[in-house]
């Protein structure tokens, strides 16, 4: 809010996206490392023996909150339309 009262009004922001971005990935696991700094998130295809990293995200510690709050959001949302998801076992063995 501006003055602690008044709501800011919201801007509109355009945004692009490139064609490979457009395609996706695949992600079956998720690393995470952090430092005091940010957050660092590896989405890996993991294909037994081995994984590949799909995608790596580099973000803030206080946008990554709003991130989690927005995928909270967005599942509660998608579970009252489809109904609750089970959870996937975990994976049976470690990943270096």
Same mark, same amino acid.
């Given at each position: 809010?501006?003055?602690?009262?008044?709501?800011?009004?919201?801007?509109?922001?355009?945004?692009?996206? =490139?064609?490979? /971005? !457009?395609? =996706?990935?695949?992600? %079956?696991? !998720?690393?995470?490392? *952090?430092?005091?700094? /940010?957050?660092?998130?590896?989405?890996? %295809? !993991?294909?037994?023996?081995? =994984?590949? &990293?799909?995608?790596?995200?580099?973000?803030?510690?206080?946008?990554?909150?709003?991130?989690?709050?927005? !995928?909270?959001?967005?599942?509660?949302?998608?579970?009252?339309? *489809?109904?609750?998801?089970?959870?996937?076992? /975990?994976?049976?063995?470690? &990943? *270096?």
């Amino acid at each position: 809010m501006a003055d602690d009262q008044t709501p800011r009004p919201q801007a509109e922001v355009n945004i692009k996206i =490139g064609d490979d /971005e !457009l395609k =996706g990935a695949y992600s %079956n696991l !998720l690393r995470i490392a *952090h430092t005091s700094e /940010e957050f660092i998130l590896d989405f890996i %295809n !993991l294909v037994p023996p081995q =994984g590949v &990293v799909s995608a790596r995200i580099i973000t803030s510690p206080g946008h990554l909150k709003r991130i989690i709050r927005a !995928l909270q959001a967005n599942l509660e949302r998608y579970e009252k339309t *489809h109904g609750e998801i089970r959870e996937a076992p /975990e994976p049976e063995r470690t &990943v *270096h």
